[in-house]
């Protein structure tokens, strides 16, 4: 079986238990340069803060580092939380990247903070800086890419940059739709409204200068491995990972665990069985299965592939076997 969409990374850069920052930006490089030569379209880093275990809060820079150790993938930010920056120092910086590696960066765009409250405010952008500025502050960022804005953003200016609007709810997918921009859904860790907000953009949309019809990208977990034995073994570090994030523990990427989602208590279960509607856990087969019915379902015109691992030879090993189901 092969999939006729595009496929894509997402690397939240992990720091594993017993591991440390730089050697996740090791792991980072490794994964990059294999995604490339297995043919992957694009590779996305994601702006956290104030979290042991992702190493990707400096995501400018990590961006310049994957790009400069590839040659032909897509490289770009999944996403810069707007709320976080001024719109034209993020103009500076991917019109910098923009113009160290040309026709290769991608801008996506969030509107949460990538963090909790007290780590937002330490990132203290200006005092009164809301989410309800994000629409305002996308056509800004846009503003200096375009030369429509009284202050010249230099990189940047005259830049071909993508922009693309992230989102976990309808109001992403209503912005998107009215910008005439490409859309990306956070389904691998907020599933719930994800086919309503499929329809209200695809309903919505409006042509633009940058797209001329509907573009969908969703995140995906895959868990593959050689076994549907070994992948359910290999996925229980990404589980730890996440009950302990929505039961406010967070930490650093564990060790797999021998059934540990069976012994899991009734909510947490829960919990990870709604995550789990939008991803593949499996051998090959399963994996090939499960994937295409979500493609199926959704009509999803490319999906962002996230897999967080415990071991590096078997991450590389799960995004290899996805790989082989590209058509």
Not at 160 to 186: D, H, K, M, N
Not at 219 to 233: H, S
Request: glycine fraction near 8%.
């Amino acid at each position: 079986m092969s999939l006729a969409v595009p496929l894509s990374v997402l690397d939240l850069a992990p720091i594993t238990e017993g591991g440390s920052a730089a050697e996740s930006f090791a792991h980072t490089v490794d994964l990059a340069q294999h995604a490339e030569t297995w043919g992957y379209h694009r590779y996305w880093m994601a702006e956290h803060h104030g979290m042991a275990g992702i190493a990707s809060a400096a995501t400018s820079v990590l961006i310049g580092h994957v790009a400069g150790a590839t040659s032909r993938i897509r490289v770009g930010a999944g996403g810069i939380m707007l709320p976080n920056h001024s719109p034209l120092v993020i103009a500076e910086q991917f019109g910098t990247l923009a113009t160290l590696y040309p026709g290769r960066i991608d801008l996506g765009l969030g509107r949460a903070p990538g963090s909790d409250q007290t780590t937002a405010r330490a990132l203290r952008r200006t005092l009164n800086t809301s989410s309800d500025a994000f629409p305002q502050d996308v056509v800004e960022l846009m503003g200096y890419f375009q030369g429509a804005n009284p202050v010249r953003a230099t990189p940047g200016e005259g830049c071909e940059i993508p922009v693309w609007i992230l989102g976990s709810s309808l109001f992403g997918a209503q912005l998107a739709a009215a910008l005439g921009l490409p859309y990306a859904f956070a389904s691998h860790f907020a599933p719930a409204q994800m086919m309503d907000a499929i329809r209200v953009y695809r309903q919505h949309f409006q042509p633009s200068e940058h797209l001329d019809k509907p573009y969908v990208m969703l995140g995906f977990n895959i868990f593959a491995a050689d076994t549907d034995e070994d992948a359910r073994y290999l996925a229980s570090s990404w589980q730890q990972s996440f009950v302990n994030l929505r039961t406010g523990r967070p930490g650093r990427l564990p060790p797999p665990v021998e059934g540990y989602f069976d012994h899991l208590p009734f909510a947490a279960r829960e919990l990870l069985q709604q995550v789990l509607s939008c991803a593949a856990l499996g051998g090959p087969d399963t994996v090939a299965a499960q994937t295409a019915a979500f493609i199926a379902r959704t009509g999803a015109d490319e999906l962002m592939i996230t897999c967080n691992m415990h071991d590096h030879a078997a991450r590389l090993r799960a995004y290899e076997i996805v790989a082989e189901l590209m058509a």
